[in-house]
């Protein structure tokens, strides 16, 4: 699945099949009350696109609560820059800040 605006050529969110894994890649969050299989169709409710794009509930130091994504084994974001590579549940935070402090971080998908 690949989901964009029929006008624009860069997707919204992406999804890999890889080693019997299904993989996401989206720039930001997805919240958690969104299940994979149904993001395409709720994409243009609420604030689901502005979360795909921009959020950040869900890394804050102070959010505790269990995130993962159903329907996805793994996701990987970025927009919220970390220190390390980050995993909360299926969600795994990968920017590391190579505009600002030149530390890029790639991941191997297998």
């Not at 624009?8 to 996401?24: H, R």
């Not at 130091?61 to 970025?78: P, Q, S, V």
Request: glycine fraction near 4%; proline fraction near 4%; charged fraction near 25%.
């Amino acid at each position: 699945m690949t989901l964009s605006v029929p006008q624009k050529k860069l997707p919204y969110a992406i999804e890999i099949f890889s080693n019997k894994k299904t993989i996401a890649i989206v720039h930001a969050e997805i919240p958690a009350t969104v299940k994979w299989s149904s993001l395409e169709a709720e994409l243009n409710k609420t604030n689901l696109l502005y979360s795909i794009l921009f959020s950040r509930k869900y890394i804050t130091i102070g959010n505790r609560k269990k995130y993962a994504i159903d329907g996805l084994d793994e996701i990987y974001c970025g927009d919220a820059i970390v220190e390390k590579p980050l995993k909360k549940g299926n969600v795994n935070y990968i920017d590391t800040g190579a505009y600002s402090v030149q530390h890029l971080t790639l991941i191997e998908l297998n």
